[in-house]
Nanobody, 125 residues
Framework: QVQFVESGGGLVQPGGSLTLSCAASGLTLSGSAVGWFRQAPGKQREGVACISSRAGTTVYADSVKGRFTISRDNSPNTLYLQMNNLRPEDPAVYYC??????????????????WGQGTQVTVSS
C-alpha cells in the first residue's frame, strides 16, 4: 500500500522560501511517476510539479516555473518541493501523489492517487 506523509509547510512572508518533504512508503520514488499538487479553499486541486518515473523528466505549472523545483532522493525515499519567491497566490494545502499505473498525465490530479494528509503553506506579511 502506497502512503505519503507531507511536511515542511508553514507561514512565510512574500518572497520567502520553503522546502516541502514527502516521505514515501510502499513504492520506490526513483521508479515512480509522482508529483506535488495543491488545493486552496474553494478551489479544485491543481498540479504544481511532477517528475516522471525513470527519466526523471520534470513538468511544472506555468504559475510556478522558475520558482519551484521538484526533486527526489532514494535514501530516504523522499520527494521534495523547493519553493522560492513565494507569492500571495501560492497559499494552499500541498499534497503529493503517485500516478495511476500505466497512466501518466503530468499535473492532472485525476490521474494521481494515494494522497497524503497534506501540509499547509501560508504566505503573509
Amino acid at each position: 500500500q502506497v502512503q505519503f506523509v507531507e511536511s515542511g509547510g508553514g507561514l512565510v512572508q512574500p518572497g520567502g522560501s520553503l522546502t516541502l518533504s514527502c516521505a514515501a512508503s510502499g513504492l520506490t520514488l526513483s521508479g515512480s511517476a509522482v508529483g506535488w499538487f495543491r488545493q486552496a479553499p474553494g478551489k479544485q486541486r491543481e498540479g504544481v510539479a511532477c517528475i516522471s518515473s525513470r527519466a526523471g523528466t520534470t513538468v511544472y505549472a506555468d504559475s510556478v516555473k522558475g520558482r519551484f523545483t521538484i526533486s527526489r532522493d532514494n535514501s530516504p525515499n523522499t520527494l521534495y518541493l523547493q519553493m522560492n519567491n513565494l507569492r500571495p497566490e501560492d497559499p494552499a494545502v500541498y499534497y503529493c501523489g503517485s500516478a495511476l499505473p500505466g497512466a501518466y498525465y503530468p499535473l492532472d490530479s485525476s490521474y494521481f492517487t494515494s494522497w497524503g494528509q497534506g501540509t499547509q503553506v501560508t504566505v503573509s506579511s
